[in-house]
C-alpha cells in the first residue's frame, strides 16, 4: 500500500524530530543530562575518578594535609593594612570606625604569625621528606623513589592554603591544592603545582581526596571549614574507620581557648584516650619532628 503524500512528510518530519530528541543524545555529550538532576551520580563518579587518576599518573602516594584560615594574611600584608588603619584613624581621631578597623587590624597582625609557621612547615616538610621518597636498592644504595610521598596538600585557596603550599614552592617541591566552587569564587592559589590543582563541585568528593592518601593532618587556627575538616578526621580515627596517622594542631591556646577539651572528657562525651588523637606544636621544626617520629616508630 503505498503512503500518502502527507503521510511522508510526516514521516519527514518525525525523523528530524527524532534526531534533534533528548533521548537520542549520545549521553557523554549530553550537557543537559550531565548537568542536570539524572545525572549526579555520574558526576559524583566523574570527581573521585578524575582526581584518583591524576594522582595515580603524578605518582603521589601519600600526602600531608594542611588545614586553616583563608582568612589569615602574609605578615607583610597585615602590617602595610594596620599602618594604612593607623593613618585613618590618625586623620579621623573621633571615629568609632577608624578605631574599630584599627583594633581589627591589630589582629590581623597577630594572626600573620600562623601564615609565615605554616609557610615554614611547607618548606620544611618539602625538604625533609627525603626519607619517605628514598628506596634502598640490591646492593643497598640509596636511590630516588619514583612515588612521590608526604606531599603537601592543601584546599588551594588563600590564607594558610597558601602558606603552605607557597612553603613548598619555596622548596622547589610540587604541592596539591583542592579547590571547591563557591558563591563567592576562589582562585586557586599560585604556589599549587599546575598538574596537582584541582577543582571540585562537590564538597564530599573533596572530602574522600583529602583523606584518602593523608599520613599526617596539620591544622592551623581556622573557622568553620577548618573544624568540618578536622573533627571529620577526628571522629574517623575515633572510631578506627580510617588510617592511623598523627594530628598536629597549632596554637595551643586558639585551641583551648576555643574548644574545651577537658569539659568533653569530663562530661563522659569522648574518652580520656581520645585526647591522644592529636598533639600540638609551637614551631615547623617541632611539628614536622613530632611526625617524622611517629613514622620512625
Known sequence: MTAKKSDLADIERNKARLKNSQSYRVSSRDVDFLEGYDGREVRLLSEFLKTERTLRRQNV????????????????VAKARLDDAERELAA?????????????????VELSQYYQLAREFGELSAKR???FNEERGPRGEIRVNRDREFVVCTGGGPGIMEAANRGSYDAGESSIGLNISLPFEQEPNPFVSPDLCFNFHYFAMRKMHFLLRAKALVAFPGGFGTFDELFEALTLRQTGRMQHLPVVLFGE?????????QNLVDLGLISKGDLELFSFAKTAEEAWNYID???AK
Open 61 to 76: 602516594r601519600s600526602t600531608i594535609i594542611v588545614f586553616g584560615s583563608a582568612r589569615i594574611l602574609p605578615p607583610d
Open 92 to 108: 579621623n581621631p573621633d571615629s568609632p570606625t577608624k578605631e574599630e578597623d584599627v583594633r581589627n587590624a591589630k589582629l590581623k
Open 129 to 131: 621528606n627525603d626519607r
Open 253 to 261: 591556646q586558639f585551641w583551648r581557648d576555643t574548644i574545651n577539651f
Open 293 to 295: 617520629a611517629y613514622y
